[in-house]
């Protein structure tokens, strides 16, 4: 064969391995197989901080769950995809956890609007930081603070994914549950984006004559110290980041209305540019008239947190 035919050989002879090789490559089947490699390959784990965390479990329309002993109730919208913030719900004095629901318009109003409702059962517990010697022993099976926040608020994250940092939280309470939301958010500071309290007290001082936070903390008179403590919301007033919705019926006769006033008062006057409304209607009392009625006006104040 002559030079210039071995050189036409030869480029026959590439060319043919060129287009088997090229032809017996793998390749993705169409531009979404392509795609879909891509995002598979970037998918991040969940996390906490810099820990990573298993897969999260769904969870239904509405569902009980156990925390260490205590009940939660769960209520979520219909759709999944509706869910646009988490409601941290905490029910007066020895109240069921499902009071608000079947009492008031709340549950139905904040699940058309994209919450999903925590509630849980807390009896009868003053939300006090911790149990004392004087603590009455009938009232030491109740949750407490810490429970809330080292033990549900942690559980919800780690199990469920919700009530994450980045997610939009809020927390409202009436009467002692008022109390409850303050101190929640004083302990967990970031977390929520708002809280509302209603019909509470927050300055256990001046109700030294009440009968459940003595029975807590044992005799202002022999305890000052615990009365002025952690748990006094005045007294830590300048620790508190969050803006509140405050509200307290003028006719109440269970909680007094000045309590309210002066934890709006405190707030104005340590933290003047924090956004702080104060709703004091002068028919209101202490019940679900009352509390219902707010019910559109703090889910309205939520609203520019969300």
Known sequence: MSISGRIIWWGWCCLWVVLVVGCNRPQAKNNKERQDSVAVSTLAEPTIGSAKLPPCDSLLVMQTIN????????????QSTDIKANLLVLQGWNFPKDDWCKKSSLCKKALSQGYRL???????????????P????????????????????????????IMMPHQANFVVG???????AGLVVLNLPGLFKAAAALSGDFDQ????YDRIMTGFYG???TFPKRWAGKDNMLVNI???????????GKLDKVCPPAQTKLFYNAFKKAHPQLQVVLSMPTWAAHNYKYWDYEVDNFLKFFEAYR
């Open 67 to 78: 925390v260490k002993g205590h009940l939660v109730d769960i209520a979520v919208p219909q």
């Open 118 to 132: 925590i509630m849980p059962e807390m009896g009868k517990s003053t939300y006090s930081s911790k149990l004392y």
């Open 134 to 161: 004087e603590t009455l022993k009938q009232w030491r099976k109740y949750p407490t603070l810490k429970w809330v926040t080292d033990s549900l608020i942690p559980y919800l994250q780690q199990q469920y994914c």
């Open 174 to 180: 009436l009467s002692t549950g008022a109390r409850g």
């Open 205 to 208: 001082r001046r109700i030294p």
């Open 219 to 221: 005799s202002i008179a």
């Open 238 to 248: 300048q620790k508190f980041k969050t803006p509140f919705y405050l509200g307290h």
